[in-house]
């Protein structure tokens, strides 16, 4: 394992960690069903996902891990 993977996971991470920080603050229960939150969870852990990575090749296109 490289130095260049190590960072590009730390990106990875982060990056997911701010996404779901960033997502709690979502009210979901406005436009979902509260009544299977599980459902509600898994579309919350799925948006985060998906924005991590957006958020994670945004950072590496600006810098040299590209």
Known sequence: MSVVDFVEYFVYFTSFGLCMYAL???KF????????PLKVQL???LLATGLA???SQFI???TIYS
Do not use: P
């Open 24 to 26: 709690s603050s979502v």
């Open 29 to 36: 229960d406005k436009f979902t069903h509260v009544s299977n």
């Open 43 to 45: 579309l919350w852990i």
């Open 53 to 55: 990575y957006i958020v």
């Open 60 to 62: 590496f296109a600006l």
